[in-house]
């Protein structure tokens, strides 16, 4: 079972947003059932980046771990969607 | 339901961002939907975190904080007369706003459709645009309805 997590600020809102797009995109797929999603606050799981497959924030994240998170702003705004998928698939070692 | 206390609000005039979220804050706490703790949250999560968003036409902001500071979910909305500074979400950049959702609610998953259903819209250019041009409460209340936000 592959791992998503999701952070923004909270933990509530636009994760819960960002984490919603991600599963009806993996549904789309075929994939959803073998991903698990989580979502939380960027705080809390700032540390824990390495622990997940893939690593999604709608906030900014410190520059040392930038490299290795996927900016799901495009998720909320609708430009530039695409991207992101191609970089959570890729992530994930899936098709697209 | 998340607009019934009418913290609907055209044409402001704000000095920057932090007078605007103040207005709106300070008129979610009148109404009793927020406790006094809200509004600094509200700004200090701001300037952390920034929730501008820049769409095909507007800038809008849907600024939240958690959910404990919450006391009935609403939503405040306001239309800024001149557009204020804000910093985009997710990498900073410049977004002056026009439109801004303030967010107060509860930890639940039931709000995630209507949370996806107001992103939809800043993907909808005719409703922004209507957004800017009208005038009144109940037309507010019947675009929020049109597009789903509420039933």
């Known amino acids: 079972m592959k791992t998503i997590m999701v952070v923004c600020g909270s933990g509530i809102a636009t994760s819960t947003v960002a984490e919603g797009k991600i599963r009806d995109y993996l549904q789309s797929k075929g994939d959803l059932d073998k991903v698990k999603t989580y979502k939380g606050n960027i705080a809390q799981y700032v540390n824990n980046v390495d622990d997940y497959d893939v690593f999604v924030s709608t906030v900014v994240v410190p520059d040392n771990i930038k490299d290795k998170v996927i900016n799901a702003v495009p998720l909320l705004t609708g430009i530039g969607t695409d991207k992101v998928y191609d970089q959570i698939m890729d992530k994930l070692g899936f098709e697209k | 339901m998340l607009f019934d206390k009418d913290v609907i609000l055209f044409d402001k005039e704000a000095t920057d961002n932090k007078d605007a979220l103040g207005i709106l804050a300070d008129s979610l706490y009148k109404v009793g939907c927020v406790n006094k703790e809200f509004k600094p949250a509200i700004l200090e999560r701001e300037s952390n975190f920034p929730t501008a968003l820049n769409t095909e036409t507007i800038g809008v902001a849907i ?18 007369k001149n557009p204020v500074h804000f910093l985009q979400m997710g ?31 800043f993907q909808n250019k005719e409703t922004l645009t209507q957004l800017e041009t009208i005038n009144d409460k109940n037309e507010f209340l019947k675009i929020m309805k049109n597009v789903g936000i509420i039933k």
Do not use: Y
Request: negative net charge; aromatic residues 4%; without cysteine.
């Open chain 2, 63 to 80: 600024p939240h904080t958690d959910a404990d500071k919450v006391i009935e979910p609403q939503i405040g909305f306001m239309r800024l």
């Open chain 2, 91 to 121: 990498d900073n950049s410049d977004v002056q706003v026009k439109l801004i959702f303030m967010l107060a609610l509860k930890k639940s998953d039931d709000q995630l459709k209507m949370l996806q259903t107001l992103m939809g819209l």
